[in-house]
């Protein structure tokens, strides 16, 4: 079945249930889609038993569509992709049934699985006060990424081309154009401290306009020499500019809470006139008396302690810096590293970090493509790669690692070395460094000053060397090597048999999974199992947690909640489920504890599963254990069940294949 089958018969499923916005949430086990209904008398049940695939419906505390193992995680996975939500999460009260036109975008698998791994990472950290302060800076800075870029690329143009004009590679006349090119990149950089003023009122909730003015008090406007305004700590002249960014934040920071001040402590009626004026008033002296000193001396021995790192650590200092920025990425810590670009940029013309982290993207172009060269075989990877690995050139690194990297484990790791080798690289040179912020990887190119460009690229190739190397000799889990399908499903092994006996019917011996009660499996008290709308098969009553192979055969899923296992037959090609217990997907695999993995090959009587029974009936539920082969349609015969006490691993029927 095609994923477009999937996706319609999603789109079926909703028509017949009263469209999205009747559902309350929708979570699918291993043989049906589980809905919780808003308004039952808007299920035609009737319609949905007609539905082509559709095997039961079964109307009990939640609605229960049976399609049986397989097709319905799909169509479970394609109806919530089509309301937006995630499996067991509510779904939005307003959504309407126009929302399954979703279906026909062309969305991007690799950027959903990302989406996914990172959303789920970001609910796993605790919101501390450092998190929270580092979430403001990115809420100050991300608006001004675009200005970053734009204007770094104009100012690296203007720089070329002056180059060229000083090599005498361009005529004089090209003078004027290299100076308007100027007036156009600075018209970011000169003022950075009112735009960095203004995005910083209003994330903290003060007055856009006053939180400028205090970016623009830190340029000490309207001083002009031999006036000068004293340093209270030093004595010395006051500098334009002094403290930069830092001291901004700082002063605005501040000033959020004395405007808020005012606001609740003087009346309405005068509050529009006095509340900015004090404000501006306290806040401009404490900022050109109290801040700027402070916040320079900070600033100064930031820049100079960066570079005295960087100077003396050299290629280890480089190595450190690029091995430990995406763990950085993953804890937020990031975030602090834009105002300290920022003030290098403004100090130095230049920030020498930025081209030394940007070699962590490199590293994960470099695990990426190991991965796809070594898992060729796993189809669903090396899609998602494919999907990745351009952007991740360009410096766009999220896709990467939370699509491809993060989720195996050891391709992170060895992404982060890489990174570490071409950090090493850029700190053995020593002074390559970015103009401008805002992109890494091969996009950064135009931006790296002082005509050092080459060095860069030669740093940015060994962190795609070395995170190749890492990831293809240690970091390529055994699980990414497993042949998939696009879709994540096994490929199925090519069995090596005669022709002549693909035409050969065969007998398969089926033995009891679990001491117990053999019973048949009419006697389920559960309608989807006891009418067969999955298969044919037999039930025993457990005495004993131990659930055993019943024939020779290859694991093909495991369910999450481990209450289930799917395989085929070694002979007969036969699709066999294993249920434990009914209704036990509630218990997301508490009492369950599961001893093979996909792929496995087993014998009969291989121990695949322990059950807490105490615990299944704990809790309401029965523990009974289904054998049930699924494709009848391949099934001549099945011999009769003989009631009573039967034990683990003994013969109970034999099923006779076309």
Known sequence: MSSDKYTEMGKEIYAHIGGIENVATLYHCMTRIRIAIRDMNKVDLAGLKKIDGVLGVVKSETLEIVLGPGVNTKVAQSMVDAAGVKENDPFPQNATSSKVSSYEQDKSDVMAKANEVHAAHKASLKKTWWRVALQHISAIFIPLIPAFIGAGLISGLSGIMKNMLTAKMLPVCWTLAITVLGVLSSGLFTYLNIFVGINAAKEFGATPGLGGIIGGIVMLPGIIPPVTIPNIFDKQPLAAGQGGIIGVLLSVWLLSYVEKYFHRHIADSVDIIFTPFLTLLIMGLFTIFITMPIAGWISNSLVGSINWVLKVGGPIAGFILGLVFLPMVMLGLHQILTPIHLQMIQKMGYTPLLPILAMAGGGQVGAAIALWVKCRKNKQLTKL??????????????????????????????????????????????????????????????????????????????????????????????????????????????????????????????????????????????????????????????????????????????????????????????????????????????????????????????????????????????????????????????????????????????????
């Not at 952007?391 to 766009?396: D, K, M, P, Q």
């Not at 790296?448 to 240690?474: D, E, P, Q």
């Not at 990414?480 to 019917?505: C, F, I, R, W, Y």
């Not at 014998?603 to 029965?622: E, F, N, P, S, Y």
Request: aromatic share 6%.
């Open 385 to 658: 790669i494919k999907g990745a690995l351009p952007v991740g050139i360009l410096g766009v690194g999220e896709p990467l690692i939370y699509g491809v990297s993060l989720p195996l484990g050891r391709p992170f790791i060895t992404a982060c070395i890489g990174g570490g080798i071409g950090g090493a690289v850029l700190g053995a040179f020593g002074n390559v460094g970015a103009i401008a912020i805002g992109t890494s990887g091969v996009a950064l190119i135009p931006l790296i000053a002082h005509n050092m460009w080459l060095k860069y690229v030669i740093g940015l190739l060994a962190a795609y060397l070395g995170g190749f190397i890492a990831t293809y000799f240690f970091g390529v889990p055994k699980t990414a090597m497993v042949a998939k399908n696009e879709d994540g499903s096994l490929v199925e092994p090519v069995k090596e048999t005669p022709v002549v006996s693909q035409s050969q019917s065969a007998t398969v011996n089926f033995v009891s999974p679990v001491s117990g009660e053999l019973e048949e499996l009419t006697t389920v008290n559960d309608d989807v199992f006891s009418q067969k709308m999955v298969g044919d098969g037999y039930a025993v009553i457990p005495e004993d947690g131990k659930i055993v192979a019943p024939v020779d055969g290859t694991i093909v899923t495991v369910m999450a909640t481990k209450h289930a296992i799917t395989m085929t037959t070694t002979a007969g090609d036969l699709e066999i489920l294993l249920h434990f217990g009914i209704d036990t997907v509630d218990l997301k695999g508490a009492p369950f504890e599961i001893k093979v993995k996909e792929g496995q090959t087993v014998k009969r009587g291989t121990v695949l599963a322990q059950m807490d029974i105490a615990a299944v009936k704990a809790a309401g539920k029965d523990p009974v254990v289904m054998t049930i082969v699924t494709n009848m349609d391949h099934v001549e015969q099945i011999s009769a069940i003989t009631p009573g006490k039967v034990s683990a691993d003994q013969n109970v029927i034999t099923v006779k294949t076309k």
